[in-house]
């Protein structure tokens, strides 16, 4: 019998009574005054997403007055203080973080696309994905690249998705030192549905994305809508991580999802 390979998130949730707890609603905006999907707002561990409209809605026990804390790829992290947001009500406003990119990376027109990763050796089993918290845990494969590249898609193989719908954001990070540094202005976000069972998508860049030789990088995937599910992936053999994004803890895994990498052969500007 072949060996199942499996990674289940599952996290037990507490519920408390409406009388013990305050509810926290507002909406986060960037600076032009428009709503920011999908940032993580949290409060002494207890967090939620905001919606498509950059609203949200947070129940914390009684007593909790530690900091809310507003944080989103492309944006700086915000930090509002308990005076501000204890009324119930909170406006919060988000500024745009400049990452530093690296050396530009030009390629010629004609220049034929390369597999710059391939996903792995497959192996028996599947890696599920799920039964947490939307934008809680994230998991992905580590590689190094071995010359510079320019980052057209990713592909992926999905045997199943139970999830009647769910949106998925897309993250590539240097990882150096432990630390990952998102290397990506904005996320990439794609959905599923059961209707992607045994299917293989292809998620196009939509910026440019470019990797340095001797780099090593992380590209990690996150569920940030869905109601209760998982998703199943063919387990590859390819070292990844799985990360706690709210406690900022990680967990290295021998057998990850298989995420394909396809792009263009670069040279350093001059």
Avoid: W
């Avoid at 707890?21 to 428009?34: A, L």
């Avoid at 973080?97 to 027109?109: C, F, I, Q, S």
């Avoid at 990882?175 to 290397?183: D, E, R, V």
């Amino acid at each position: 019998m072949n060996k199942i390979i499996c990674l289940y998130l599952f996290v037990v949730v507490s519920v408390c009574g409406a009388n013990g707890q305050t509810k926290i609603k507002g909406v986060v905006k960037d600076q032009n005054n428009i709503g920011v999907e999908y940032v993580t707002v949290c409060v002494d561990s207890i967090f939620t997403l905001t919606d498509r409209n950059g609203q949200f809605s947070l129940e914390l026990p009684i007593g909790i007055k530690g900091d809310m804390t507003c944080t989103h790829i492309g944006y700086k992290k915000k930090v509002t203080p308990y005076s501000i947001y204890k009324g119930g009500i909170v406006d919060i406003s988000l500024e745009d973080e400049v990452y530093e990119l690296g050396e530009a990376l030009v390629v010629a027109r004609k220049t034929k696309p390369t597999v710059i990763l391939r996903k792995g050796m497959k192996l028996p089993g599947d890696v599920a994905f799920g039964n947490a918290p939307s934008g809680k845990y994230e998991i992905g494969t580590k590689f190094t690249v071995h010359d510079n590249f320019i980052i057209d898609r990713f592909n992926l193989k999905i045997e199943e998705c139970t999830y009647e719908h769910c949106t998925l954001r897309l993250v590539v990070y240097e990882f150096s030192k432990g630390q990952f540094s998102p290397i990506i202005s904005k996320p990439i976000y794609f959905n599923l549905s059961p209707l992607n069972k045994n299917s293989e998508i292809n998620i196009e860049t939509t910026s440019s994305i470019a990797l340095h030789k001797g780099k090593d990088y992380y590209i990690g995937l996150t569920i940030v809508s869905g109601s209760k599910g998982t998703i199943h992936f063919p387990a590859y053999l390819r070292s990844g991580f799985v990360r706690n994004l709210i406690e900022g803890t990680m967990k290295k895994l021998p057998a990850t999802v298989g995420i394909g990498v396809i792009g263009r052969k670069q040279t350093i500007a001059d």
